[in-house]
């Protein structure tokens, strides 16, 4: 069975083609910059060379439609006809609290990802319209909504709650919901099948250090805190984003800037975070290499990440009562053994000890990376939300 997986995005369209009985990759592409003079569409068919092409692109529907076009392509293509995809699985960010689970769409659930844009404004419009035109391009097929917040849906109240007045949770839903939640689910089923255990009795934190970042302590299974909030904005220093700082910094900034909402929000969702730290790049390579060359504000930028993941540790054993396993996933996570390095240093008083070797083996493969005597296993798996979005699209259409 095929199933494909739909990421809208305000300007792109991801797309990952899947067959379920291998779980295996056929094709994964890419169109960016849609709506603009000159959309680049990327196709990579597995096992063969990737395409790239400039196309004019207007809208996501068009966008599908050259997704179609390369697919069924009979050059590059890997399915004769789009009858052979049996379901489709869309990435939709902001599930509110409605959705703890990945759902097949309706009409209902098309007005509740519609009624959460309010929540997530620069997302899930554009999941929606990923969805909508998907409807009208394959009818008939069934397609599921996976939620980035519904993994989180199991954190208590007493996490989940800001110190603002209640009425506001009440009356606007202001609360941490929380994101990446497709990635920490896939990273703590994938714990379970590579250590051949249950993960009831298990505490695991879960690092997802890529553009943006999100932290998640998991216990038995289920995530019981994570570090994005309202928005994806809140926690770990990220690629462009601040997370947490004191609020009291925007009353001030607009005061003394005179900066108005928009540009408040354009400096802590897009110049903040390593960028505006390093002011080099949003990029950790860059940064790694300007430190490297003796550049003392990407050193301080690096060393200001490190240390906001090593707090968010400290809270989260804290918070679980312990720890038994520290997973690194996502482009730092998986590729940047300096940092893991830096994060877990000075750690084994909470029983992380990393072995340098295995640290610095450059593989993109699972494998663990402490040492034979740490208490904590510490391990690099990298992350398949794609994957997992088909798998859980599956699983949907076959009950
Ligand atoms: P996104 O959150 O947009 O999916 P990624 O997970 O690709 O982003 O993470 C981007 C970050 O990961 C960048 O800071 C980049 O430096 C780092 N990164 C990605 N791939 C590699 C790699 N192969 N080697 C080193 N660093 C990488």
Redesign the pocket.
């Not at 250090?209 to 943006?212: E, P, S, T, Y």
């Not at 949003?282 to 860059?286: A, I, V």
């Given at each position: 069975m095929k199933i494909l997986v739909i990421n809208c995005g305000s300007s792109s369209l991801k797309y990952q083609l899947f067959n379920m009985k291998t779980k295996s990759l056929l094709a994964k592409g890419l169109v960016e910059r849609i709506g603009r003079k000159g959309s680049y569409c990327h196709y990579h068919p597995q096992g063969k060379l990737e395409i790239e092409e400039e196309r004019r692109v207007s809208n996501h529907r068009g966008a599908i439609r050259v997704m179609i076009d390369f697919l069924t392509s009979s050059e590059h293509g890997v399915i004769k006809n789009v009858k052979e995809i049996k379901a489709i699985g869309h990435r939709v960010v902001h599930g509110g609290e409605k959705f703890t689970n990945s759902i097949i769409i309706d009409r209902t659930v098309k007005r509740s990802i519609k009624e959460y844009a309010k929540l997530a404004p620069l997302h899930n419009q554009h999941n929606l319209e990923g969805i909508l035109a998907c409807e009208s391009l394959f009818p008939r097929i069934p397609q599921a909504a996976v939620f980035d917040t519904a993994f989180h849906q199991t954190m208590p109240a007493y996490a989940y709650l800001y110190g603002l007045p209640m009425e506001l949770y009440k009356k606007d839903g202001v609360r941490r919901y929380g994101f990446h939640g497709t990635s920490h689910k896939f990273i703590s089923l994938r714990l379970a099948e590579l250590l051949k255990r249950p993960l009831t009795g298990l505490k695991i934190i879960s690092c997802h250090?890529?553009?943006?970042c999100s932290i998640a302590a998991i216990k038995d299974g289920r995530s019981i805190d994570t570090s994005m909030g309202l928005t994806p904005l809140e926690g770990l220093i990220m690629?462009t984003r601040c997370g947490d700082i004191d609020p009291g910094v925007i009353f001030y900034l607009m005061e003394k800037e005179r900066l108005g909402l928009k540009k408040i929000n354009r400096l802590l969702n897009e110049k903040s975070g390593?960028l505006g730290l390093s002011a080099i790049s949003?990029?950790?390579?860059?940064i790694y290499k300007a430190a490297t060359e003796g550049n003392e504000q990407a050193e301080l930028a690096l060393k200001i990440f490190v240390y906001r993941i090593k707090k968010y540790i400290g809270s989260y054993a804290a918070a679980m009562g312990g720890l038994n396993v520290l997973a690194f996933t996502?482009?730092?996570g998986?590729?940047?053994e300096h940092i893991r390095e830096s994060i877990c240093k000075d750690m084994d008083f909470l029983g992380i000890k990393i072995d340098k070797g295995k640290n610095e083996e450059r593989l993109?493969r699972e494998r663990i990376i402490s040492s034979s005597d740490s208490k904590v296993l510490v391990l690099v798996i990298p992350t398949k939300e794609e994957l997992r979005i088909a798998q859980e699209t599956y699983e949907l259409i076959k009950s």
């Open positions: 250090l890529g553009n943006g690629g390593l949003n990029d950790m390579r860059d996502a482009g730092i998986e590729n940047q993109p």
